[in-house]
């Protein structure tokens, strides 16, 4: 450290410890403004608040170097600042949303799949289908077309199944297994999930995990780097067995539908870490091409218990649908969700609006370029994906 | 000459996009005057120049219209169901508003109680450049002085968030980051044993939330702000689609600053290193409605902001803090 620095440290101190014995605020300000002007690290000095710059701080400083000396520790009051490493960050709590808990395989057969968090998996019925194969997109630039392929999963996608409800009582014991064995018949017949949570919490494998299910559709998501169209492939699709009623409120599962929710969740983000803010639900990525408007599927509009299940609140996520796409709602949309999309319809709003405004056009004129620059990624997609567009 | 009369000469004066305050000291504290930065003209007649002198309503008559300036413009604005007029827009004189200067002129000589005395300083609050941007107020800055200067007053002007240190962080000898989030701007400043090291401004505050509201409800942007100062707070759970759509705009508002925050203050050079956390100040009307600060905390610890924050608070007063602050200044130089 050069003796320069090294006397402008000790300034720094002395100035504060004098300050601190000033009572009056104004004359402690007064006095501050004199004594700090020269503290600033930088050698540009610049605008008004520099014009004392010069002798005063040298004479305050050397007045009080002996009274410092002896009583202060010396620290490094103007060196630059160091950032926090990940590490540090995450030991602070910073990035506690972004790490991965530690659950592992434990034991592995045919029929079951156990894990160290406490989930298990009943593999007996898990089919094949596609492998999973995916095209990514610049989600700061969607006209810069297909950038990549790619295999590895990115999230989830969270479904109800819709399908017939009975009382959940230990009266129905029979009719409720008699449903939940046809059920996953179905959708299994139908490659629709990769998982199927049903209404005793017990967690179905239905596709393998390393192949797409048909679970999205036409559907919309972006994480910070990427755009990601028709998530069959590159989002996992777990449903809950359950019913959508629409509005706030209403949608519910069982206490051992969230608790297995939850397990199942974290195996998978620890397993293919995947971003807490790429687990989302149906109605947040379902998309309509034919009309452009968002929510072609509504399960999981409202009500999803993303805090029971370890996640943060995406519900409050502006809808790339909206605002990398160009697609639109509608006021049935609105009122079959709830007031937790409508804020998430806001933001997005807003965002696009902004962009608009950077680009100096129009926000109706800035979603038609998004239209058509969807409808030119989504044919790219037809034309190089072996089954077509991912649907 | 004694201090308490040196005193009674200096006036702090936050010139903000939607409100003008000034502050004053006297034997008992502070002493405000505020006065809404707006103004709304109606055709000239003798019957409503007679009501509004015998109301008592600030206005002039000029080229067959009758300016109400101020506050008073918002009640009439609200009566004729028109919207109000702004001499400022973004955190500077607006430019598409031919009258803007005279009526700054008027306004603030309502706020200060009349034109200066001889000797009367006025220290009076600039924005900062927005984030990235070289400084470029020197238009602004000299309109406001010369303005000034017309109505009698002595003017240097300061960084609204360094105001807001001044204001409110004594106790860390002011050694913090203050914000003033207000119409048009949200100003920052980082200031170090007073001297500010790092500002910047985001052009997105209340007038942002009440226009986007408004489109989004239908409703008039002057409504909206009514509705937000006088019975919003912000937690998420709303009664109506209205107050859900302005708490949705303003925690969009409050994503932007917050990763302003993170890009002005990870871009930054020369910083000195701070031997503890810092506190960080919230001050303006936009952050005024309960709930504001938890929100804004809960927002800026979940990112990744490189500066240890010991505690975010909210000024005494949100509304006159930065006038408070711009006050202390003039009087540091007296």
Same mark, same amino acid.
């Given at each position: 450290?050069?003796?320069?620095?090294?006397?402008?440290?000790?300034?720094?101190?002395?100035?504060?410890?004098?300050?601190?014995?000033?009572?009056?605020?104004?004359?402690?300000?007064?006095?501050?403004?004199?004594?700090?002007?020269?503290?600033?690290?930088?050698?540009?000095?610049?605008?008004?608040?520099?014009?004392?710059?010069?002798?005063?701080?040298?004479?305050?400083?050397?007045?009080?170097?002996?009274?410092?000396?002896?009583?202060?520790?010396?620290?490094?009051?103007?060196?630059?600042?160091?950032?926090?490493?990940?590490?540090?960050?995450?030991?602070?709590?910073?990035?506690?949303?972004?790490?991965?808990?530690?659950?592992?395989?434990?034991?592995?057969?045919?029929?079951?799949?156990?894990?160290?968090?406490?989930?298990?998996?009943?593999?007996?019925?898990?089919?094949?289908?596609?492998?999973?194969?995916?095209?990514?997109?610049?989600?700061?630039?969607?006209?810069? #077309? *297909? @950038? $990549?392929?790619?295999? !590895?999963?990115?999230?989830?996608? +969270?479904?109800?199944?819709?399908?017939?409800? %009975?009382?959940?009582?230990?009266?129905?014991?029979?009719?409720?297994?008699?449903?939940?064995? #046809? *059920? @996953? $018949?179905?959708?299994? !017949?139908?490659?629709?999930?990769? +998982?199927?949570?049903?209404?005793?919490?017990? %967690?179905?494998?239905?596709?393998?995990?390393?192949?797409?299910?048909?679970?999205?559709?036409?559907?919309?998501?972006?994480?910070?780097?990427?755009?990601?169209?028709?998530?069959?492939?590159?989002?996992?699709?777990?449903?809950?067995?359950?019913?959508?009623?629409?509005?706030?409120?209403?949608?519910?599962?069982?206490?051992?539908?969230?608790?297995?929710?939850?397990?199942?969740?974290?195996?998978?983000?620890?397993?293919?870490?995947?971003?807490?803010?790429?687990?989302?639900?149906?109605?947040?990525?379902?998309?309509?091409?034919?009309?452009?408007?968002?929510?072609?599927?509504?399960?999981?509009?409202?009500?999803?218990?993303?805090?029971?299940?370890?996640?943060?609140?995406?519900?409050?996520?502006?809808?790339?649908?909206?605002?990398?796409?160009?697609?639109?709602?509608?006021?049935?949309?609105?009122?079959?969700?709830?007031?937790?999309?409508?804020?998430?319809?806001?933001?997005?709003?807003?965002?696009?609006?902004?962009?608009?405004?950077?680009?100096?056009?129009?926000?109706?004129?800035?979603?038609?370029?998004?239209?058509?620059?969807?409808?030119?990624?989504?044919?790219?997609?037809?034309?190089?994906?072996?089954?077509?567009?991912?649907? | 000459?004694?201090?308490?009369?040196?005193?009674?000469?200096?006036?702090?004066?936050?010139?903000?996009?939607?409100?003008?305050?000034?502050?004053?000291?006297?034997?008992?504290?502070?002493?405000?005057?505020?006065?809404?930065?707006?103004?709304?003209?109606?055709?000239?007649?003798?019957?409503?120049?007679?009501?509004?002198?015998?109301?008592?309503?600030?206005?002039?008559?000029?080229?067959?219209?009758?300016?109400?300036?101020?506050?008073?413009?918002?009640?009439?604005?609200?009566?004729?169901?028109?919207?109000?007029?702004?001499?400022?827009?973004?955190?500077?004189?607006?430019?598409?508003?031919?009258?803007?200067?005279?009526?700054?002129?008027?306004?603030?000589?309502?706020?200060?109680?009349?034109?200066?005395?001889?000797?009367?300083?006025?220290?009076?609050?600039?924005?900062?450049?927005?984030?990235?941007?070289?400084?470029?107020?020197?238009?602004?800055?000299?309109?406001?002085?010369?303005?000034?200067?017309?109505?009698?007053?002595?003017?240097?002007?300061?960084?609204?968030?360094?105001?807001?240190?001044?204001?409110?962080?004594?106790?860390?000898?002011?050694?913090?980051?203050?914000?003033?989030?207000?119409?048009?701007?949200?100003?920052?400043?980082?200031?170090?044993?007073?001297?500010?090291?790092?500002?910047?401004?985001?052009?997105?505050?209340?007038?942002?939330?009440?226009?986007?509201?408004?489109?989004?409800?239908?409703?008039?942007?002057?409504?909206?702000?009514?509705?937000?100062?006088?019975?919003?707070?912000?937690?998420?759970?709303?009664?109506?689609?209205?107050?859900?759509?302005?708490?949705?705009?303003?925690?969009?508002?409050?994503?932007?600053?917050?990763?302003?925050?993170?890009?002005?203050?990870?871009?930054?050079?020369?910083?000195?290193?701070?031997?503890?956390?810092?506190?960080?100040?919230?001050?303006?009307?936009?952050?005024?409605?309960?709930?504001?600060?938890?929100?804004?905390?809960?927002?800026?610890?979940?990112?990744?902001?490189?500066?240890?924050?010991?505690?975010?608070?909210?000024?005494?007063?949100?509304?006159?803090?930065?006038?408070?602050?711009?006050?202390?200044?003039?009087?540091?130089?007296?």
């Amino acid at each position: 450290m050069g003796s320069a620095r090294k006397s402008g440290l000790l300034a720094a101190t002395v100035v504060d410890w004098r300050a601190k014995r000033i009572d009056d605020p104004l004359n402690r300000l007064r006095y501050l403004r004199v004594a700090a002007v020269d503290l600033k690290p930088s050698a540009a000095l610049r605008g008004g608040e520099w014009r004392y710059a010069g002798l005063a701080v040298l004479v305050i400083a050397a007045a009080c170097y002996a009274v410092a000396h002896l009583t202060m520790p010396r620290r490094s009051a103007l060196a630059p600042v160091r950032r926090p490493s990940p590490v540090e960050r995450a030991a602070a709590g910073v990035e506690s949303a972004g790490r991965f808990a530690d659950v592992w395989l434990v034991e592995q057969n045919a029929e079951r799949e156990e894990y160290s968090n406490g989930l298990q998996i009943d593999c007996r019925l898990a089919v094949s289908n596609r492998p999973r194969t995916y095209a990514v997109f610049d989600a700061a630039r969607p006209d810069r #077309g *297909l @950038i $990549e392929w790619r295999k !590895d999963p990115v999230g989830i996608v +969270f479904h109800t199944t819709e399908s017939l409800q %009975v009382p959940f009582e230990p009266h129905q014991n029979r009719i409720l297994m008699h449903i939940t064995g #046809g *059920l @996953i $018949e179905y959708v299994r !017949d139908k490659r629709a999930y990769h +998982f199927l949570v049903d209404r005793f919490g017990r %967690v179905h494998s239905i596709v393998r995990e390393g192949d797409a299910a048909n679970h999205a559709g036409h559907s919309v998501w972006a994480d910070d780097n990427w755009l990601y169209l028709n998530l069959n492939d590159s989002f996992f699709g777990v449903s809950f067995e359950a019913q959508t009623h629409h509005g706030e409120g209403s949608t519910s599962i069982t206490p051992a539908q969230t608790h297995a929710g939850t397990l199942l969740v974290e195996m998978l983000r620890a397993r293919y870490h995947l971003p807490a803010h790429n687990c989302v639900t149906h109605a947040q990525v379902s998309v309509n091409p034919d009309n452009m408007q968002i929510g072609y599927h509504t399960d999981w509009a409202a009500n999803f218990p993303f805090g029971d299940v370890g996640l943060p609140d995406n519900y409050a996520r502006p809808l790339p649908g909206l605002y990398l796409c160009g697609f639109v709602y509608d006021r049935s949309y609105v009122a079959s969700t709830g007031p937790r999309i409508l804020t998430a319809i806001g933001l997005s709003e807003a965002r696009l609006g902004e962009v608009a405004a950077r680009r100096h056009i129009e926000a109706a004129s800035y979603r038609e370029y998004l239209q058509r620059e969807y409808r030119k990624n989504i044919k790219a997609l037809k034309k190089e994906t072996p089954q077509g567009d991912g649907v | 000459m004694t201090d308490t009369t040196k005193s009674n000469l200096a006036i702090g004066l936050d010139v903000g996009t939607s409100r003008i305050v000034a502050a004053r000291k006297t034997e008992q504290g502070f002493e405000y005057g505020s006065q809404l930065n707006a103004f709304l003209t109606v055709p000239s007649s003798r019957v409503t120049e007679n009501a509004l002198k015998k109301e008592g309503v600030p206005h002039t008559v000029e080229d067959n219209a009758i300016w109400i300036h101020g506050t008073e413009s918002q009640r009439f604005a609200d009566l004729l169901n028109s919207e109000i007029r702004r001499p400022m827009r973004g955190g500077f004189l607006n430019s598409g508003e031919p009258a803007s200067v005279k009526v700054m002129s008027e306004i603030i000589r309502l706020a200060t109680g009349g034109g200066g005395k001889a000797g009367e300083n006025v220290c009076f609050t600039v924005a900062a450049p927005p984030l990235g941007a070289e400084p470029s107020l020197t238009w602004h800055e000299a309109t406001m002085k010369q303005v000034l200067g017309d109505l009698g007053f002595q003017s240097r002007a300061i960084n609204e968030g360094l105001a807001v240190v001044y204001s409110e962080l004594v106790d860390c000898n002011f050694t913090g980051i203050g914000i003033s989030c207000g119409g048009g701007l949200c100003n920052v400043c980082f200031a170090y044993l007073s001297v500010p090291m790092l500002s910047f401004s985001v052009p997105k505050a209340g007038d942002f939330i009440d226009a986007s509201a408004a489109a989004m409800s239908g409703e008039r942007a002057n409504r909206i702000r009514i509705l937000k100062e006088q019975a919003f707070h912000i937690n998420g759970r709303q009664p109506n689609q209205l107050l859900q759509v302005i708490d949705v705009y303003y925690d969009d508002m409050i994503r932007t600053l917050v990763a302003a925050l993170n890009e002005g203050f990870q871009n930054a050079k020369n910083l000195p290193q701070l031997p503890r956390a810092i506190p960080l100040v919230l001050s303006g009307g936009t952050a005024a409605p309960k709930g504001f600060r938890d929100r804004f905390e809960q927002i800026l610890r979940e990112s990744h902001f490189p500066i240890a924050i010991s505690d975010v608070r909210l000024a005494a007063d949100p509304l006159t803090a930065t006038a408070k602050g711009a006050l202390m200044a003039a009087l540091s130089e007296m």
